[in-house]
């Protein structure tokens, strides 16, 4: 059940994310060009999604620009990118203004049952407490079809950090660093059985907290 708190904490995730947009895409549209392991995940992920021969879409959810969608495209996954924040989306349209986008919540996804083959999430899932992760794994699993992956990447550790300007603009964001055992049981409990998951240390460029990444199988 999605609560009066993850609303607050998604609407003002997402202002936030609407004052940077501009500034966000410059930032990380071409980010996986600096990050081999997570383009070595997205390789594996892009052929084990069951597409059915490409007619059942994978949904990015806190897609932000894109730029994870766009290179999961490029493989011959067919992507749709989706993100809370108006101006986020409006970024992802600049760098691609063929590509198919929708306004969602991470918790809410407007898609029918069973009707994805897979939910990828890159650094969405670092706001708010944990149990709120819940709700959001509770609907992936409606949302997924049997065998459709789940395929996410966190910042890793315990406690949280907060940014109150990002570039020269004012922002109230809290990154919540995630267990990465309790994250893995959370996906387990709504459904969702856990394939790999994987710790690295961050790259030199990158903030300086460790990275989990995790795919999960929807169970039939």
Do not use: N
């Amino acid at each position: 059940m999605v609560t009066d708190d993850w609303r607050r904490e998604r609407s003002s995730v997402s202002s936030s994310f609407d004052a940077v947009a501009d500034l966000y895409r410059e930032e990380f549209a071409d980010e996986l060009s600096r990050k081999p392991s997570d383009r070595t995940l997205l390789d594996s992920v892009a052929s084990r999604f069951p597409t059915a021969a490409g007619t059942i879409p994978v949904l990015e959810v806190g897609a932000g620009p894109g730029q994870v969608a766009a290179y999961l495209t490029q493989r011959g996954v067919p992507v749709v990118v989706s993100d809370a924040s108006a101006g986020q989306l409006h970024e992802a349209r600049v760098l691609d203004p063929r590509r198919p986008l929708v306004m969602a919540d991470l918790a809410r996804l407007p898609v029918g049952t069973g009707t994805l083959a897979g939910i990828v999430a890159f650094y969405c899932l670092i706001y708010g407490p944990a149990r709120h992760l819940d709700a959001v794994f509770a609907d992936w699993r409606r949302a997924l079809v049997p065998g459709g992956l789940a395929v996410v990447a966190v910042h890793a550790g315990a406690g949280a950090l907060h940014a109150d300007d990002w570039r020269g603009r004012p922002v109230d964001l809290t990154v919540v660093l995630r267990d990465p055992e309790d994250l893995a049981e959370r996906l387990e409990r709504h459904g969702l059985a856990v394939t790999e998951l994987a710790l690295r240390p961050p790259y030199p460029d990158e903030h300086p907290t460790d990275r989990c990444t995790l795919v999960a199988a929807r169970r039939p």
